[in-house]
C-alpha cells in the first residue's frame, strides 16, 4: 500500500534554524477519516475485487438489454413462467433478485470483512496505525470508501436497467417515485450491510465464513418462519420498505412471502439505523483497542 | 483521490443524474412518448372526456386466435347466429369486425356507448333499423337512428340509438351517449385529454387484445351501501387479458395510499396462499400457480394464465356441456 500524508507532518529539525518550532496536533476523528477515505476510494475501485463487483452488476445490465432485445425483435409480451410482465414488474422483480438479495449483500460481505483484515493479511495496517490519527477513523474512513465506490458502481446499474426495462408496456412517469425508493433503499442497504460487516471483519478472525452464513442460512431461516426472530436481521427491516412485492419464484420465497410481516416505516427505518450506528461504532471500538499480531 | 477515481465517479453521477432528470421530467408528464399519453386505440377520440370506464377489445385478433379457432369447432351453434347476423345486418362479426371500443360514462347506463370498427353496410343497416320502426334524426352532421322497440303491452320502449361517426366506424349506446361522442369528435374534447386515464391506458394498452380500464368509485357509488363501506379504498382499476393458445389475464388496482395498497396486498396474499394450498387436484395446481400477486407503491396487481395445454384439457374433458357429443 502506498503511504500518502495525512495532513500532519513533522518539520524537520534544525530544518530552519532558530525558528519556533509548531506545536503538534493530531488531527480530527472527521479529518482524519476523510484522508483515509481519500486514500482508500482509489485502492478500493482498481483493485481486483472490483471485477467481481462489475460482473455483480453487469450481469443485470446485460439481462436488461436481452430482454430488451427479445422485446424489441419479437413484439410480444415478456412471460415468465407463462405470465405475461410488463417492464414496471421486471424490474421490480430485477430489483428483488438481483440487488437486494444478491448485489447488497454479497458485496457488503466481500468489502466490509475486508476494510481492515486486507490491511492485517498484506501486512499494511502498521502504516495506518503508526499514524497519529485515531485508529476507528482508519476504519470509518474505509467504511466510508467502500460505501462510495459500491454506490457509484451499483446505482448507475440500477438506473441503466430501469431506462431499458421500464418502458416496457410501462411507464417511467408512474415509476419514478419507485425509482428514487429504489434507489435509497439499496444505499441504504449497502450503508447497514456494510457497518455489520465492518464488524465482523473486525471482530472475527474468519470473517467471510460468518458473514455468507448470516447473509444465506440465517437470514433467510429467520425470514422463513413467523415469529420474532426475523427482527435480528436486517433483510426483515431493509425488506419491509421495498416497494416491490417480493417475487415468489421458489417454495422458500413463497413461503417467506406468505408469512411476510412487513414491519412500519419508522420501525424500519429506526432499526436500520440502530444497526448501523450501533456495528459502526462497535467495529471502530474494536479497531482501536484489538492489538493485531501479523504473522512472520 | 486520483484523476481516472474522479472520472469513474463523475461518469457515475452523469448517469445517476440524466435517469433522474428523465424520470422527473416523465413524472411530470413532459415527455409524452415516455407517459404513454397518445396510447390506446384511435376510437379513443371519441369517447367523451368524462366518461369513467374505457374498454377495448381487439376483436380480430381473438376472432384468429388460436383459442378462437378450438372453440368454433366445438361450439358449432355459435356459427347458426353468426349467419343469421350477417344475413340481417350483412356484419360478419369474424371478419367485418376490427376492434371494439366502449365507454361508461358517471351516469350509467344513459352514458354507455359502444365504437365498433371494421367494414360496414350503413345503408343495409339503416334500413333494417327503419324496418323496425326506428327513426333517422340528423345530429351534428351524422344520421342518428333512434331505436324504438315494441314492449309486450303494445307500448313502445326507447332502444340503443346508432349513428356512423366515420365511415368505418359505428356508435351505438344509449341516444344522450352517441349524441355525445358525435359532440367529442367534432369538439376534440374527449378522453384523450383526460392525463390520468391516458397514463392508465398506456400501461394496458400494448400486448392485451382486451382490456378495461376505470374508476373503481364508478362502481362503488352503484353498489348497496353495506357493501361499498366495506370495498377497499381502491381508485383505479384495469383489467387486461390475452387471448391466443390460452388466456393471460391480469386485474390491477390502484389504492388510494400506500397503506391501503398494502392492506389489500395482504388480503390478496392470504386468499393466493389458500387457493395455492387447495389445489391438490394436478389439473388445476398449474392454473393456481400461475396466479401471480404483483404491485408497488399503490398498485396491487393479480395475474393468471390459463395454458393453451388447460384448455384443450378442458375442451376434452369439461366442464359439462362444453362438447356437444
Known amino acids: 500500500m502506498t503511504t500518502k500524508s495525512t495532513g500532519y507532518e513533522t518539520e524537520p529539525s534544525g530544518s530552519r534554524p532558530g525558528a519556533s518550532t509548531k506545536p503538534q496536533t493530531a488531527p480530527g476523528f472527521l479529518y482524519a477519516a476523510l484522508r483515509v477515505f481519500d486514500l482508500s476510494l482509489g485502492q478500493m475501485l482498481w483493485s481486483r475485487r472490483t471485477i467481481f463487483m462489475l460482473l455483480v452488476v453487469g450481469v443485470p445490465v446485460i439481462m436488461a438489454l436481452i430482454i430488451r432485445f427479445i422485446d424489441a425483435m419479437s413484439g410480444s409480451t415478456m412471460q415468465v413462467n407463462g405470465v405475461v410482465m410488463d417492464g414496471p414488474a421486471i424490474f421490480g422483480m430485477m430489483i428483488w433478485m438481483f440487488f437486494l438479495r444478491f448485489s447488497v449483500p454479497v458485496l457488503s460481505i466481500f468489502y466490509g470483512t475486508a476494510l481492515i483484515a486486507d490491511e492485517v493479511e498484506d501486512k499494511t495496517i502498521t502504516f495506518l496505525f503508526t499514524r497519529p490519527i485515531p485508529r476507528g477513523a482508519v476504519l470509518v474512513g474505509k467504511y466510508l470508501a467502500f460505501l462510495m465506490s459500491t454506490l457509484i458502481v451499483v446505482l448507475p446499474s440500477v438506473m441503466i436497467v430501469w431506462l431499458l426495462i421500464v418502458p416496457m408496456r410501462g411507464s417511467l412517469g408512474t415509476s419514478f417515485i419507485d425509482l428514487v425508493k429504489d434507489l435509497l433503499i439499496l444505499a441504504t442497504g449497502f450503508a447497514v450491510y456494510g457497518a455489520f460487516f465492518a464488524w465482523v471483519g473486525a471482530r472475527f478472525k474468519r470473517p467471510l465464513m460468518i458473514a455468507l452464513f448470516f447473509v444465506f442460512a440465517w437470514e433467510n431461516a429467520a425470514m422463513l418462519f413467523p415469529g420474532y426472530m426475523r427482527r435480528f436481521t436486517i433483510a426483515h427491516y431493509l425488506q419491509g420498505l421495498v416497494p416491490h412485492a417480493m417475487p415468489s419464484d421458489s417454495a422458500v420465497s413463497l413461503l417467506q412471502s406468505v408469512f411476510q410481516e412487513i414491519p412500519t416505516l419508522g420501525t424500519s427505518i429506526a432499526g436500520l439505523a440502530i444497526i448501523w450506528a450501533v456495528f459502526l461504532w462497535l467495529a471502530a471500538r474494536i479497531v482501536e483497542r484489538k492489538e493485531y499480531v501479523l504473522e512472520q | ?325
Open chain 2, 1 to 325: 483521490m486520483t484523476k481516472n477515481t474522479r472520472y469513474l465517479a463523475l461518469g457515475s453521477t452523469a448517469i445517476l443524474v440524466f435517469g433522474l432528470c428523465t424520470g422527473l421530467v416523465a413524472y411530470y408528464g413532459g415527455i409524452p412518448s415516455l407517459t404513454a399519453s397518445h396510447a390506446g386505440p384511435a376510437e379513443l377520440e371519441f369517447v367523451p372526456a368524462d366518461a369513467s370506464i374505457v374498454a377495448f377489445a381487439d376483436v380480430r385478433d381473438v376472432m384468429n386466435s388460436e383459442l378462437r379457432q378450438k372453440l368454433r369447432q366445438v361450439l358449432p351453434g355459435d356459427q347458426q347466429k353468426r349467419e343469421e347476423l350477417q344475413r340481417l345486418t350483412g356484419i360478419d362479426i369474424e371478419r367485418d369486425i376490427d376492434r371494439v371500443v366502449a365507454a361508461v360514462g358517471v351516469d350509467g347506463e344513459q352514458s354507455t356507448v359502444a365504437f365498433l370498427s371494421g367494414r360496414f353496410n350503413p345503408t343495409q343497416i339503416e334500413a333494417l333499423a327503419l324496418q323496425h320502426g326506428g327513426q333517422v334524426v340528423e345530429y351534428g352532421g351524422k344520421r342518428l337512428i333512434r331505436g324504438v322497440k315494441e314492449a309486450g303491452d303494445g307500448r313502445h320502449e326507447v332502444a340503443p340509438a346508432l349513428a356512423f361517426i366515420e365511415g368505418n366506424v359505428l356508435a351505438i349506446g344509449a341516444e344522450p351517449a352517441v349524441r355525445k361522442a358525435i359532440d367529442a369528435r367534432a369538439s376534440g374534447q374527449n378522453i384523450t385529454a383526460n392525463t390520468e386515464l391516458m397514463k392508465i391506458i398506456g400501461t394496458v394498452s400494448t400486448g392485451n387484445n382486451v382490456w378495461a380500464v376505470g374508476r373503481m368509485d364508478s362502481f362503488v357509488n352503484r353498489m348497496p351501501q353495506e357493501i361499498s363501506s366495506r370495498m377497499p379504498p381502491i381508485e383505479w382499476f384495469a383489467a387486461t387479458g390475452r387471448v391466443n393458445g390460452g388466456i393471460h389475464a391480469s386485474l390491477r388496482a390502484e389504492a388510494r395510499d400506500d397503506q391501503a395498497a398494502e392492506n389489500l396486498r395482504d388480503v390478496v396474499k392470504g386468499g393466493l396462499a389458500l387457493v395455492k394450498m387447495q389445489s391438490g387436484d394436478p389439473k388445476f395446481a398449474a392454473l393456481a400457480n400461475s396466479i401471480r400477486l404483483e404491485g408497488s407503491g399503490k398498485t396491487v396487481s393479480v395475474s393468471f394464465s390459463i395454458p393453451a395445454e388447460m384448455i384443450d384439457l378442458l375442451i376434452k374433458s369439461g366442464p359439462a356441456g362444453l362438447i356437444h357429443d
